[in-house]
Each structure stands twice: as C-alpha cells, then as structure tokens.
C-alpha cells in the first residue's frame, strides 16, 4: 500500500478472501449494465435475442483475453457494449433480401456476424498505431481532447443513473449512504468494499421494505422472483454460431469507429484513476487489439460486443485497490455464473432503484476523473483554441442524445454522441494553430525533476 495516497497495487497482500470480495464488488458494478443488453436485444428479436448467460461468459472470458494481450497490466473489465444497440435492432427489423422470410432467431446470428468484423476493425486502428507509433497517434489526442471526453462519459450515463434511482428514490438513497459512509468513515476492509456492502445492505433493506407492504414509486413489486424460481441451477450456455452477410456487416462494422474512440477515452479514464500510463505502456495497440478481440470472440458466440467499462473504473477511484487481479477475479465470477441461469437471474433480481443509487457515485466519479486529467496536465484554458475544443466536445458529447444517423449503401450508419464529440475533438485540435502537446513529456519531465531532486539530497 502507499501509505501517503491509500492505494493498494498488490491485493494479494490484503489475503484471498479480502482479494475474493474485492472481485465481487466489481462483479456487481459491472452486472447491471452488462445483463441490459442482452434483455434490450432479446426485446428487439421479439424473444429470439441475445442470452444473458452468453453474454457473461463472453464478458468474462473477453476480460481475461484483453488482460492476456495487455500483459496483465491494465485493470479494466469489458462488459456489454450499448453502441451497438441501434445495430441489433436494424437487424431486427430487415425485410428485404436474404432476410424477407427470416424469423428472429435467423436473423441474429448475421448480427453477430456484423459484430465479429466490427472487433477485428480494432486491429486494423491496432496495427496503424504500431506503425506510426503511439507517440504521433496521441498528438492527435492530448489532454485537452481526452480530458473533456472522460467528462462526457460520466455526464451521458447520468440520466440513466437519475432514471433507475427514480424507481424508488428511498432504496437508492440507502445504496447511495451506505456507500457514501464506508468510503469516508469506514475502517480497514470495509473502507474499500463501500460498492458491495452499498449493494448487499440495501438489497437486505429492501427485503424489509417489500415486507412490510412497501412498492416501487410506480406501484410494481420491489422485487420479482418468478424468473429466479424457474430458472436452472445449472444449465449449458445457448451459443449461437455466427454467420455473415455484406448488409448485416455494414450495419453492425461501421459502429466500430464510434467505439473505438470511446476505448481510447477509457484507456486514458483508467489510466488517469490509477495513475499509470497505459496508452504508452503496454500501449494503445495492444489494449485496441485486447477490446477488438474480446468483441471478435464475443459476436462469435453470439454474445454483444463488449467494451471498456466505466463502472469499474468508478470502483477503482472509490475502492482505490488497483491491482487488476481483482478484475480478472470478477471476470472469473461472470463465467462461473454463466453456468447457472438461477444465480444469474438471482443476481439480475437487484433493485433498479439500488444499481441507480450506487450509479449515482460511479458515474459522478468518471466525469470527476476527466476534470482531475485536464487539472493535472495543466491544460491552459486562457488559450482559446483549448476552450473552444473542450467547449465543442461538451455540447456534442451531452447535445446528441440519439447520436447522429445516415445512409450508406442502404444501411443506416448511427454514431453515438460520444464518438461524434472524440471526432470533433479531434479534427478541432488538428486544424486549429497552436497545438504544442507532446505525448510522454510530462513523464520525462517528472523523471528530470525526481533525479536533479536525489542529487541536491
């Protein structure tokens, strides 16, 4: 542990079972998101859709696929990725061509397919950054653009944070103190596991509640066991195998390039939450290819495409453990789940109102954490070419709540608001004179200044 800062590299030294709760928190911070999809999905497919138990064996085994091609170094988790949403359901709603006389469940192994070739566009980016090297790619991406991108990430997931909470404002004020408590007042273990112990002691709570006769604002039952109580124990995962077409594939690929900008606004959330810079080491084409495969292997299956995800850097700031042991920990929980529709379900039965109230802090945290990487680089906002960049990324990143939608080729193209803000962003900082950022000088600055600082000692 750093004594000066509270955060802890190496979870092994808490002892196992403190690392075993340690994944689990991050379990439950990545669930909720990550089993939406697929129930989104199956809504499109009338039923037909994505399975939820495929769709954490692909989180959990993509996980450990991106921490094998990244060395093991960065901590992150890739759950269900929503950009590709819109895609699954113009697939959904194809009735021309191969797709005229196709029922649903025909139909979503080419949507997979689309998502296969979607993740392998990721090697394509992988191989330009080899190329090039990272260092040029970055020019492209300083502080100024990265930073007010993190921001966005959090601000655009603050509806939902508000929507879930509004189910019942009671239970996700509980989830919300709890957590608020431990994390301030708490001692020892209990100081790092605020998410857990927000989930586990407000789910008890709102046992009580649905005891005594309480409901959600909109009068349902806080809680719905009819699917636990019919699910299996253990039952084998529903792969899909995926197939291709050309219509599907321009679909569902070009979502990628929207993607692909959210993964390197991640990389830089993670890396600034831990303070470790990942894009340089062990570089941005690894962590792309690591993403790209995780996604490739997942549509496979047919499983969502999966991506980055920003709850679990919330819990790296919050818990301040930042050993990515403890992610590839949950990454094992989501595949043992998997196996067993009744724990998944079990799982899935949490409150809508508690995954708000903890939301409420996770997704608060990320935008925090882009505003602590725009103060730490000292990004010079008296220039204003710096405010009008980060001013545009703002507007485009919160404005464009449905994205942007065109037509190529008959197929309608969507790219969400966070890609059309990192395009922005980009293409801003790239025309606009005075860009002076070079990528790794403030780390060859802090070594300069940590060495004249031992020889003066």
């Known amino acids: 542990m750093d004594t000066k800062t509270g955060v802890i590299k190496d979870a092994a030294s808490l002892g196992m079972p403190k690392m075993l709760l340690l994944g689990l928190q991050h379990m439950f911070a990545m669930f909720g998101a990550t089993i939406l999809v697929p129930i989104l999905v199956d809504?499109?497919?009338?039923?037909?859709?994505?399975?939820?138990?495929?769709?954490?064996?692909?989180?959990?085994?993509?996980?450990?696929?991106?921490?094998?091609?990244?060395?093991?170094?960065?901590?992150?988790?890739?759950?269900?990725?929503?950009?590709?949403?819109?895609?699954?359901?113009?697939?959904?709603?194809?009735?021309?061509?191969?797709?005229?006389?196709?029922?649903?469940?025909?139909?979503?192994?080419?949507?997979?397919?689309?998502?296969?070739?979607a993740g392998l566009l990721y090697?394509?980016?992988?191989?330009?950054?080899?190329?090039?090297?990272?260092?040029?790619?970055?020019?492209?991406?300083?502080?100024?653009?990265?930073g007010p991108i993190i921001i966005c990430?959090?601000?655009?997931?603050?509806?939902?944070?508000?929507?879930?909470?509004?189910?019942?404002?009671?239970?996700?004020?509980?989830?919300?103190?709890?957590?608020?408590?431990?994390?301030?007042?708490?001692?020892?273990?209990?100081?790092?596991?605020?998410?857990?112990?927000?989930?586990?002691?407000?789910?008890?709570?709102?046992?009580?509640l649905q005891a005594i006769g309480l409901t959600n604002s909109d009068g349902s039952a806080i809680f719905d066991f009819t699917n636990v109580a019919a699910a299996n124990v253990v039952h084998i995962q529903p792969f899909v195998l995926a197939k291709f077409d050309i219509t599907a594939i321009l679909v569902m690929a070009p979502i990628a390039i929207a993607t692909m900008m959210e993964h390197v606004g991640d990389i830089s959330a993670i890396s600034a939450t831990v303070e470790e810079n990942y894009i340089k080491d062990p570089g941005l084409h690894r962590t792309l290819i690591g993403d790209g495969l995780a996604t490739a292997f997942a549509g496979m299956i047919g499983?969502?495409?999966?991506?980055?995800?920003?709850?679990?850097?919330?819990?790296?700031?919050?818990?301040?453990?930042?050993?990515?042991?403890?992610?590839?920990l949950a990454a094992v929980y989501a595949i043992v789940l998997s196996f067993s529709p009744k724990f998944a379900e079990l799982i899935g039965s949490l409150p809508t109102a508690i995954i708000g109230g903890v939301s409420f802090i996770l997704y608060g945290m990320i935008s925090a954490i882009g505003v602590r990487n725009v103060v730490e680089n000292k990004v010079d906002f008296t220039k204003s070419r710096n405010l009008i960049i980060a001013a545009v990324i703002l507007v485009t990143g919160l404005g464009f709540?449905?994205?942007?939608?065109?037509?190529?080729?008959?197929?309608?193209?969507?790219?969400?608001?966070?890609?059309?803000?990192?395009?922005?962003?980009?293409?801003?900082?790239?025309?606009?004179?005075?860009?002076?950022?070079?990528?790794?000088d403030e780390t060859s600055n802090e070594k300069e200044e940590s060495e004249l600082s031992e020889i003066s000692m």
């Open 401 to 440: 709540t449905d994205g942007l939608t065109f037509q190529i080729g008959g197929a309608s193209i969507t790219l969400t608001s966070l890609a059309l803000a990192a395009v922005f962003g980009i293409v801003l900082n790239a025309v606009l004179p005075g860009n002076d950022y070079e990528f790794g």
């Open 153 to 208: 990430i959090g601000l655009s997931l603050a509806p939902s944070a508000v929507t879930n909470a509004s189910q019942n404002w009671l239970l996700a004020f509980i989830a919300f103190a709890i957590i608020v408590f431990f994390n301030i007042w708490g001692k020892g273990m209990f100081k790092i596991i605020p998410i857990l112990l927000g989930v586990v002691i407000s789910y008890i709570c709102a046992l009580g």
């Open 123 to 146: 090697f394509i980016l992988a191989l330009v950054i080899k190329l090039v090297g990272v260092s040029r790619v970055m020019r492209f991406l300083p502080p100024v653009v990265t």
């Open 43 to 117: 809504g499109y497919f009338e039923g037909e859709g994505l399975s939820i138990q495929v769709t954490l064996f692909a989180a959990g085994l993509g996980t450990l696929l991106f921490h094998l091609i990244t060395k093991g170094k960065v901590p992150a988790f890739l759950g269900s990725s929503f950009a590709f949403l819109g895609g699954f359901a113009a697939i959904a709603n194809l009735q021309s061509g191969i797709y005229e006389n196709m029922s649903m469940a025909e139909k979503l192994p080419y949507a997979c397919g689309g998502v296969v070739v």
């Open 303 to 328: 499983g969502p495409a999966n991506t980055t995800y920003g709850e679990n850097t919330g819990v790296l700031e919050l818990s301040k453990v930042h050993d990515p042991k403890v992610i590839r």
